[in-house]
């Protein structure tokens, strides 16, 4: 397994390379979104968190698809720090929407994800990464409930109380103009129908192109979020995306805190069944305390999912993909983003490092 760090579209830079270098990675994961656009709650030196009804930001220019040469541009920069850019992290709303709303321009947002995955290939980036979701992530608060008053991010009771307004969809806004009102409640077999036909759209494109579309799971993981239904909030449910189109191409962004939120089953167990079917494109690593819908994220050391058991699942697997740590909690310094992100990658790097060593070192004989 290989170790990589997420970068957002403004962490571009050089200096974060080094950074990620330096902290012991060999992988990059970009966010080419730009969450953070005109987004009041989002502080630029984290994660996007957002508020608990508050949108990330605005969605970008919807007729500017990313390119093939500026994609080809960003793996030479990438690769030029002495790394390697395994995936691109969600698509943009501006890009995709009605292919969630099921809208009249689901044609042409169908024909946007293809072109993308098409450019993607051509520019050797192997892994789609996407979320499917009309809320997308939201309802979650800041407070500084981590080890030594660490801010954090948690959820403090069910986020069904205000809709989804018209002109947002997976928590960003796409149309500035739109009417008030809120977006319908849409049923959990509709959205499935849905999820199916974009499946069934673009897997074929995926296959041509050598690129793996990794789904991830909801997050937080509720029954519904601002009234909206979710696809995926239990752990055994991932199985019926894989089932709905069977490809190497339909594969998982496998998040361990968010299934290790959800209140049925066991995340090792998840972990260990996904991996053996070889399922996983890449991995989101982060632990958390409590479940939906209370709970906290915790450093990687310090919740709920034994962390050990987990790297040590995926070395047992031969798993070969990329982990990235996802969130840390903020820490009291200068850098905070960077100091919890050095903290997450160093555990994971001793866990790689202890599991190396056993399989090497002699067993003592009596």
């Known amino acids: 397994m290989k170790v990589g760090l997420g970068l957002y579209r403004h962490m571009l830079t050089r200096e974060y390379y080094d950074f990620a270098r330096q902290a012991?990675?060999?992988?990059?994961?970009?966010?080419?979104?730009?969450?953070?656009?005109?987004?009041?709650?989002?502080?630029?030196?984290?994660?996007?968190?957002?508020?608990?009804?508050?949108?990330?930001?605005?969605?970008?220019?919807?007729?500017?698809?990313?390119?093939?040469?500026?994609?080809?541009?960003?793996?030479?920069q990438i690769e030029a720090a002495g790394l390697t850019l395994a995936a691109l992290e969600n698509l943009d709303p501006g890009h995709w929407h009605d292919i969630l709303l099921d809208g009249p321009r689901r044609p042409q947002h169908i024909e946007n994800v293809k072109t993308i995955i098409r450019r993607m290939g051509e520019a050797g980036i192997p892994v789609l990464g996407y979320y499917f979701s009309l809320a997308g992530v939201c309802g979650r608060v800041t407070t500084p409930s981590g080890r030594g008053g660490a801010?954090?991010?948690?959820?403090?009771?069910?986020?069904?109380?205000?809709?989804?307004?018209?002109?947002?969809?997976?928590?960003?806004?796409?149309?500035?103009?739109?009417p008030p009102g809120a977006l319908p409640a849409v049923p959990r077999e509709?959205?499935?129908?849905?999820?199916?036909?974009?499946l069934e759209d673009v897997v074929p494109v995926a296959e041509q192109s050598g690129v793996r579309l990794a789904a991830h799971p909801d997050d937080p993981p509720m029954p519904t979020m601002r009234g909206q239904a979710r696809l995926i909030f239990q752990p055994h449910m991932?199985?019926?995306?894989?089932?709905?189109?069977?490809?190497?191409?339909?594969?998982?962004?496998?998040?361990?805190?968010?299934?290790?939120?959800?209140?049925?089953?066991?995340?090792h167990e998840a972990v260990d069944r996904y991996c053996k079917q070889g399922k996983i494109a890449y991995l989101h690593l982060r632990n958390v305390a409590g479940k939906v819908p209370h709970y906290r994220e915790t450093f990687i050391d310090d919740g709920d999912v034994d962390m050990v058991r987990i790297l040590s699942t995926l070395e047992r697997n031969h798993f070969d993909g990329v982990i990235i740590p996802d969130h840390s909690p903020q820490m009291s310094c200068a850098a905070p983003w960077h100091a919890g992100m050095a903290h997450t990658l160093g555990f994971i790097l001793a866990v790689k490092a202890m599991l190396a060593a056993s399989k090497t070192t002699p067993r003592p004989t009596d």
């Not at 509709?190 to 974009?198: A, I, K, M, S």
């Not at 991932?238 to 709905?244: E, G, H, V």
């Not at 962004?253 to 290790?260: D, H, N, P, R």
Request: charge should be negative; aromatic fraction near 10%.
């Open 24 to 76: 012991g990675c060999t992988h990059i994961v970009v966010h080419y979104v730009d969450y953070f656009n005109q987004a009041g709650s989002n502080p630029r030196n984290n994660q996007p968190t957002g508020a608990k009804y508050e949108p990330w930001g605005v969605a970008g220019d919807p007729p500017k698809l990313w390119t093939a040469a500026e994609l080809k541009q960003l793996r030479q």
């Open 151 to 178: 801010l954090t991010l948690g959820m403090d009771g069910p986020a069904d109380e205000v809709p989804v307004p018209n002109g947002m969809v997976w928590n960003m806004v796409y149309d500035k103009s739109a």
């Open 238 to 267: 991932y199985q019926r995306l894989l089932d709905l189109v069977p490809s190497r191409c339909n594969a998982l962004e496998l998040c361990v805190g968010t299934i290790a939120e959800m209140t049925e089953g066991d995340v």
């Open 190 to 198: 509709e959205l499935w129908r849905r999820l199916q036909r974009f």
